[in-house]
């Protein structure tokens, strides 16, 4: 590490890996992995390695701003403080609420609990974290007494059997899955994927089980029942370390035989057995799971039944054995851990009168919330029957991420005061902002995360922070002090704020709560400075098998299979949704980056062929996927890894960067009653065919953000550019006139009504526009690659230089720019059998890794094609 090198933490997902970020100019760096973090020891997913080209300042939030004009700081938080004061002395403190998000650090996310908790005097403040893993809290609370995750990586390391349930890991958590893949290429370590979707991650599997989606229930009660049946349950560990409500064996031995259950799963038998047998033989599992099961209207049951089985079986508090549940957002962790939910206080208590006691007078609140807020879903229902009239939005883009997203913008829309603290200045929530307020980015922000196995490290600073930005803290005191409470909200620094955090979680503790950063309290700001990664709660918090409940032991939670009732007429589809690998969610930081846009350029509709041969769709069509909610428009990709009924969109694209592709829009607000946690996975849909005119695509120098008058179109930023993916109907003379002015040059073939137009300024492409009626389209690298050439002339509406190489095809290896049809060249044409040959061969895979399954995926499919056509 050079000696200009600071150590952070990744910015994107839970596992939290350390980074080594060396500034080479105001707003530009050299990202490398913390050799030294225990989370990754140096690698780095495509996610992590290509932080570097989302510093820049494109579209940032630079100064405060009352609706579309600049003001000072100031006036901004004078007009906040002043809004929500009056708004509380008339309609009483429920009528306001915060929404924030596990993407702040520890330090923001105390402060905004503060004050909305104890100085405001309602729990209406509620996180994004409430859409990510509130099952998952609520299972832990109802098992444990405490929402303590009670795994770390290194039982990743020593496992002997990881079942990943409703995760596909090899997306949204690379470097655990790497991690995985090193302990099955080690120790032997086999792996379970249980997942509707055949995903990149069933590519280093030993088995998949491609159930029926909201079955888990039924799967794990059925693992149970196996275990006790076999007599792998644990006695002696049930006896002293557990209880178990009334009629929980009975339940467990009635209806969950092997056929029974793979009936209601909708998996062959001889599958479910195997992998029951697996689990039943292997003390050491890890069973860890995501989104599959949390974002269910069933998600907490769904926990508790994962939970059940490690109970009962004992494998829990031992190293290599535990049920995991891994945390989407770089700390949503930490979040818990100061009470960011509504349903909880800070320090890990909750709203029992002793709790609320102890936090009342540890924060001499005067006005100290007594009972749960509402939950994100009930919020921005309040919020739009006109019962909140006051919200601040920090970190998150509600218009986008909750179901029913277009709900959600009128609620936005009707709100009377609405304020957004982010770092971009125009999202499709913070169009609707009276204030926006600007605030400090990764790389300019201090303070701590938490990860996924309670590993809390340092966010440094290494970039000034630009504009007038500040830091979510220093923006929520501020307003803390100017609604009256000055001496409450007095941080000067972040480890202000850290201290006071780890007092809490020891006062009135004596041992009561896991969560105790005793040693943290008086800890001084250089040594808060230079606090290297610590886990708190140790390896197995459980290893004594005491747990934070009145007894001591863990609980049994009887859990019971709901239907799942069969998609039916004008819905016959059901929609599931989720991740691409190299996008966060609404893409406002990982859309800046050109490279990590060539992944998937556009958003898709997964769909089985034999739906899609049903619907009259092929690969390539745009299609309507349509529920009771909303519709929008994807691009349909045919595969066989979804089951047939059922249909995959990505939750990525915004009205910011497309005019389809909206997938918020569509799923229903239906919570699970425990969590409130919305069953994203799983909606009633229709698909239809969408024909236009037209089709086409345009390509613009530098980042323009112009919105293209067609039916469609997407947006991705590309080397010097940006590339618009079109289809339409109206005339495309509309879109020719956005080209920039210059020397035009232009193509008409009549026959396939295909038209090319580039306008050249000085040699330089300015910008190009291919359509076309019923012809093909070129490939847009070569094109691309125009924008930054010299000389350039008419010959560019060729689509291809002289000599030019043949179309690469898809992106499937970011960091080294290899394309789909270079790797299935180079297989054939070298015989390469293994993966570790293709990256000798092209490079591919050997950065990141982060497309190794992918690669393993084109290999199984390029040696199959190769042998069946010499057959
Ligand atoms: N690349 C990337 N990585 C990310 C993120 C990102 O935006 N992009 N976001 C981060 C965040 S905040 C989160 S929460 C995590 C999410 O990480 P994951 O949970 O791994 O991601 P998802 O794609 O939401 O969904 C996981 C899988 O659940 C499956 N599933 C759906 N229904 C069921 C079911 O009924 N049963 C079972 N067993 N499985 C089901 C889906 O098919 C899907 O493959 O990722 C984090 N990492
Ligand atoms: N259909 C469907 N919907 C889903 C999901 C799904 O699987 N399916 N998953 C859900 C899950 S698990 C999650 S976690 C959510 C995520 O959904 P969101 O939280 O809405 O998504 P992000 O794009 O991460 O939003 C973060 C915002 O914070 C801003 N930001 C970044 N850094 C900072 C900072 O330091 N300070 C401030 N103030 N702002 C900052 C970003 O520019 C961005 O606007 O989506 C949920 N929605
Ligand atoms: S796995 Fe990737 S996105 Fe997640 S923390 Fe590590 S580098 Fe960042
Ligand atoms: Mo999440």
Redesign the pocket.
Known sequence: MSDAAIRTTC?YCGVGCGISATPTGPRSVVIKGDDAHPANAGRLCSKGTHLGETVGLTGRLLHPMIGNRRTSWDKALDLVAKRFRETVNRYGPDSVAFYV????MTE?YYVANKLMKGFIGSANIDT??R???SSAVAGHNRAFGEDVVPATYDDLDEADLIVLVGSNTAWCHPIVYQRIQAARATRGTKLVVIDPRRTETCEGADLHLQVKPGTDVALMNGLLAWCDREGVTDPDYLADHVSAPEGFWEHIRTGHDLWTTARTCEVAPALLEQFYRLFAATPRTVTLFS?GIN?SIRGTDQVNAIINAHLATGRIGKLGAAPFSIT??PN?MGGREVGGLASTLAAHMDFAPEHVECVKTFWAAPTMATGPGLKAVDLFRAIGEGRIKALWV?????A????DAGRVREALEACPFLVV????AD?D??VHAHVR?P????GE?DGTVTNSDRTVSRQRPFLAQPGETMP?WWIVKEVGRRMGWRNAFTYDRPADIWREHARLTAYRNEGRRVLNLRAHATIGNEAYDAMEPFRWGGGSPFADGRFPTADGKARLVLTKQMDVPAPLGQWPMTLN???YRDQ??????TGLSPRLARHREEPLVEIHPDDAQALGLSDGDLARVRTPQGDSIFRVALSEGQRVGEIFTP?HWTDQVASGGR??L??RPLVDPHSGQ?G??STPASVEKVTTEWRGFLILRGDDAVKLPCLWSTRISVPGGTLFEIAGNSDPARIEAILPKGDRVEAIDVSRGTRRVAAIIEGRLGGVLFITRTGLLPSRDWLIRQLEAEGVGGSVLAARGPGSQPDKGATICVCFDIGLNQIVAAIRAEQLVDVAAIGKALGAGTNCGSCRPALANILVQTVQETLHAAE
Do not use: E, Y
Request: glycine share 8%; net charge positive; proline share 7%.
């Open positions: 910015a998000s596990g993407q702040l923001d994004n974290s859409l990510c893993m989104q974002q989407g957002q949503a920090m970190a998150t883009n509600p986008v991420s909750l179901p603290s982010d770092i971009i999202t929530t913070s307020l605030a400090a980015g990764w922000k979510d949704t989720g991740r966060w969610h609404t893409m406002t930081r939750i997938t918020g569509l799923p919305p994203f996975k």
